[in-house]
């Protein structure tokens, strides 16, 4: 299997000056994470664990006040390995973004304007990322192909935003960011706001744009463990902006080995009667401070493990098996 | 019983010429009881919300009536004392945590207005003793919230504000509208053993307006499903999930993503 995305020790931070002090947010803070093609990774953690940070990361996206600080982003493209943390915004708008890799950001579809016809939204996206005197029959034509191919009915290219409703929406953001056939889609809680009917379609969507190779990896990031299994292959868990346990899905969800992953899967409340009618487990403690985490494991104030290495060193990824990680210090 | 419902029909109509009308709440009948934790579950645009403004009092049915302690909410308030009572002991928690705030005011305001309604002056020593015993019950310390602006607090700690704002008026009646489907997916339980806190401590009753069956299926005593306005199920929460009568009720358990099972996608 071939590489896709390599992250490096990755840190970015959010740097925030005031008047006296200079104040860092350690979001993403010494991340590695290989991905090979054909994954569907996906990204879990609590609020505020960096994980959005991440996704932008991966993209290059950096505006201030994120900040990257050091390591290396490096994406496979024709076999060959370029660093993007060395390219030039203009370069990854022109040359990354949209060709190689896609995002669909959180709340994506409410920033759909909604004086425009989506055909409108179309080629104006079209022509701002892409090639900027293309043929709008061109564009348009490509459009309801994919959209017929994705199961969306060609009459929504003549429809406003608000007369969709936001599966719809959703899935139209979908085809959008997947018009130019990237390797990579990252998907920043697509889900999150639609009723589980429309969460289920939605899915499928985005695995159909996979099975049907329009795509070749997605990275799926949400904060809901019980609908990233529904896809993905395998499950990166993040806390405080590190990754602590990463494995395949199945494995993961039948024996997490991190007490926070444990915790995560505990308090997720499902019909179902592996999980007790009634019997509500939720995560002691509040998620640290990302100016000042904590030292040594950064869940330790959590843990009701913690021995005193905990307080003191860092955990570092260990070996499950050949694809299970998890960085803790009860299993060395 | 504390709240019935009867033949409630809520129409909408829009246009100028050609009037369109939708029946978001159609023909619906129920009781609460006190004490009782009841679900409300159906997708978006079954009429749920619609459902809970009228009980709130804030939409007028367009037919039927609703009955909270044998009283017409709608015809039978005479003054506005009854209505402010009414209020005090019928209040609502909703879905989104940062738009139940004015993002210009101080947080202390949520409190502050609660206490005014149960007629304490918030700058008394009992107000100040009931909202410091508010935040803690809800497991905010006073400290950390207490003079600060919504937008420096997270959404979990918003809602812990809206619910410490139960706490100081301990309605009789609870409506939890979404209250936790924009809370982070860990952060869920915490948010709602504090609202089921209120049943086993003050005896208040809750209706819970979800679309997740597997959360009203943990938190109930009793699921009512609802369907394009109509109440098309109600039984016990362990009934509803493993012998569902009503073909969209089987529609929504399919829906709801398992841990220990992954979808087919047919």
Request: positive net charge.
């Amino acid at each position: 299997m071939s590489h896709l995305l390599k992250l490096e020790n990755v840190r970015a931070y959010y740097v925030i000056k005031n008047r006296s002090s200079i104040k860092e947010v350690k979001a993403v803070d010494d991340v590695s994470l290989t991905l090979d093609e054909s994954e569907i990774v996906g990204i879990v953690g609590e609020s505020g664990c960096g994980k959005s940070t991440l996704t932008n990361v991966i993209l290059m996206n950096i505006k201030p006040p994120l900040k990257f600080i050091s390591g290396k982003v490096i994406l496979w493209k024709d076999g060959k390995p370029i660093e993007l943390n060395k390219l030039s915004r203009d370069r990854l708008k022109k040359e990354i973004w949209g060709r190689e890799i896609s995002i669909i950001p959180q709340f994506a579809m409410n920033a759909l304007v909604p004086t425009y016809k989506v055909r409108r939204i179309i080629t104006d996206i079209y022509k701002s990322h892409y090639e900027t005197n293309s043929d709008e029959e061109y564009i348009l034509n490509m459009a309801a192909k994919r959209f017929k191919e994705l199961g969306l009915p060609e009459k929504v290219l003549n429809m406003y935003p608000f007369e969709l409703s936001g599966g719809m929406k959703q899935r139209v953001i979908i085809a959008i960011a997947t018009l130019m056939n990237p390797k990579l889609l990252v998907a920043d809680e697509p889900t999150s706001a639609l009723d589980v009917i429309t969460q289920k379609m939605v899915l499928k969507t985005l695995l159909d744009i996979y099975h049907k190779g329009f795509i070749k990896s997605i990275i799926f990031v949400s904060h809901d463990i019980a609908t990233v299994r529904q896809i993905a292959t395998r499950l990166v868990v993040m806390y405080a902006g590190k990754i602590i346990e990463d494995g395949p899905v199945e494995e993961i969800i039948s024996n997490p080995m991190h007490p926070y992953t444990k915790y995560l899967i505990r308090s997720v409340l499902t019909p179902e009667r592996t999980t007790k009618r009634g019997e509500i487990v939720t995560v002691p403690g509040f998620p640290p401070d990302l100016s000042n985490p904590p030292s040594g494991c950064r869940f330790h104030p959590r843990c009701s493990y913690k021995r005193s290495r905990c307080l003191s060193d860092e955990p570092h990824m260990l070996k499950v098996n050949d694809k299970h990680y998890v960085a803790c210090w009860l299993y060395s | 019983m504390l709240l019935k419902v009867e033949n409630l029909t809520k129409i909408f109509e829009s246009g100028f010429i050609r009037i369109r009308s939708l029946k978001a709440v159609d023909n619906v009948s129920f009781t609460i009881n006190e004490g009782e934790v009841v679900s409300i579950v159906g997708e978006s645009g079954s009429g749920k919300s619609t459902l809970a403004k009228m009980i709130l009092r804030l939409l007028p049915p367009t037919s039927g009536r609703i009955l909270y302690k044998g009283k017409d909410i709608w015809k039978d308030f005479k003054s506005s004392s009854d209505l402010k009572n009414y209020w005090r002991e019928v209040h609502a928690v909703f879905q989104d945590p940062y738009s139940s705030f004015n993002p210009y005011v101080q947080v202390n305001r949520v409190l502050y207005q609660a206490l005014k309604l149960i007629g304490i002056n918030p700058k008394s020593e009992e107000g100040k003793r009931l909202i410091e015993e508010s935040l803690t019950r809800v497991g905010l310390n006073p400290s950390d919230v207490l003079g600060k602006y919504p937008h420096q607090l997270s959404g979990g700690q918003r809602q812990r504000l809206m619910i410490a704002r139960n706490w100081i008026i301990k309605p009789k009646l609870l409506i939890a509208d979404e209250a936790v489907s924009m809370i982070d997916a860990s952060m869920r339980g915490t948010i709602i053993k504090l609202l089921l806190e209120m049943r086993d401590v003050l005896g208040t009753s809750i209706i819970f307006i979800t679309h997740d069956i597997g959360l009203a299926y943990h938190i109930s005593d009793r699921i009512l499903v609802m369907y394009r306005g109509k109440l098309i199920e109600e039984d016990t929460p362990d009934d509803i999930i493993n012998n569902p009568k009503h073909e969209y009720t089987m529609k929504l358990i399919k829906s709801v993503p398992l841990l220990y099972k992954k979808w087919t996608f047919d």
